[in-house]
């Protein structure tokens, strides 16, 4: 699926990251030299307030949001937002040749055969892949996603009542890769095949796209909280100071002796996390795998499977270190997420220390504002061609 047809917007845009831990907000500006950075900040989610992706306490996230708008001076009120987690579905599926209003009346019972949870309770959408003709006999490949209801429900309240107007809501991984593809100016060559893991606080999500098309999405529920609880644990400490251990004195080593030069309590979350490191690694080279069963075909040669390279984002991508100690296990170039240091996505007004140290977590934000752009992009082509 497309994820990002050539940019010419105008005026600006914002995408809203809202998470367990953190609320992200990027807002981008658009205009004929391209795209620029515009404002970016975050807060900390209140306590408890997003529990399995859904927004259980929609008012105290609206206050944290509109703190936070007025803490960067935000002058616009259209946002796109993204959902994640474990009850998300994103198949694509092969179903009978159809028109786009056939389909439409028949997701819902196509849905059926492929989500765990009532369908009456979901958001269902679709992306017609590919349509060969009906009289060729073959099916057609479509991209299809569903929610829960209440996922989708809750953004759209904590947003309006922050005083916003949702106009997007979409998941997490098509907005990594925008924001991806965005940030390498477009372009891809050809053959490249990305894996892009979100290591947020409840769950990792493993991303592929190949040649700027997504392939598939998986949640892996191994991330920063289960870190954090495992060094609290280790070190009998609270769930502050454990935080604390993990983004400031802890480091993700490769051998005793790296662990060695660690000041004691370092050393011990260090050897606290290393089994979750690992069973991620794991449950990675899972999704890897199966990636490339499902691309062999017939005519496949040697160079046509595997990924490229690993893109690291989400807060716990920050971990000193994590990116070499992937990359040596996974035998597969690895690296931090960097939307604004390669050029396609300007950001020369914003603050870059604070970009520096928070670019792994802005990725879905600036997929999310781009996506706005591009609305307001084919609206403006719409009314030209009137």
Do not use: C
């Not at 060695?260 to 449950?283: F, K, T």
């Amino acid at each position: 699926m497309g994820l990002l047809p050539k940019l010419a917007a105008t005026n600006t845009s914002i995408g809203l990251d809202i998470g367990s831990s953190a609320i992200k907000l990027v807002q981008l500006q658009g205009g004929k030299n391209g795209v620029s950075l515009y404002k970016a900040g975050s807060a900390p989610t209140p306590s408890d307030a997003v529990k399995g992706g859904v927004i259980v306490d929609p008012l105290a996230v609206a206050k944290t949001i509109g703190s936070l708008l007025e803490a960067l001076q935000v002058d616009g009120t259209m946002v796109s937002a993204g959902i994640a987690g474990p009850t998300l579905v994103v198949r694509e599926v092969p179903l009978p040749v159809m028109s786009d209003r056939q389909l439409r009346k028949s997701i819902q019972w196509e849905a059926r055969n492929y989500i765990s949870f009532p369908v009456e309770d979901s958001v269902v959408e679709f992306q017609v892949l590919d349509r060969p003709a009906a009289s060729s006999g073959g099916q057609m490949r479509v991209m299809l996603v569903a929610a829960p209801r209440d996922m989708v429900d809750s953004q759209v309240e904590a947003i309006e009542l922050a005083g916003l107007e949702p106009v997007a809501v979409e998941i997490q991984p098509f907005a990594s890769l925008r924001g991806i593809l965005a940030a390498n100016g477009h372009a891809q060559d050809e053959g490249d095949t990305t894996a892009v893991l979100g290591i947020g606080a409840a769950y990792t999500d493993i991303t592929i796209m190949k040649d700027g098309e997504f392939i598939l999405t998986r949640t892996i529920p191994i991330a920063g909280d289960a870190f954090a609880e495992a060094i609290k644990s280790a070190l009998d400490v609270d769930t502050a100071e454990a935080n604390q251990l993990k983004e400031t004195a802890m480091q993700v080593v490769s051998s005793e002796e790296e662990r060695a030069a660690l000041d004691p309590a370092a050393q011990q979350a260090s050897r606290a996390i290393e089994p979750l490191l690992d069973e991620l690694i794991r449950e990675v080279r899972r999704s890897l795998a199966y990636h490339d069963y499902q691309q062999q075909s017939p005519d496949a040669g040697a160079g046509d499977l595997g990924v490229n390279r690993i893109l690291l984002s989400g807060g716990s991508a920050k971990l000193p270190r994590i990116a070499e100690y992937f990359q040596a296990q996974l035998g597969v170039p690895v690296e931090l997420v960097s939307v604004f240091d390669t050029g396609g996505i300007r950001a020369s007004g914003v603050n870059q220390d604070y970009l520096k140290s928070h670019a792994p977590i802005l990725l879905v934000g600036t997929g999310l504002a781009l996506r706005g752009l591009l609305r307001k992009q084919r609206r403006r082509g719409g009314e030209e061609q009137q």
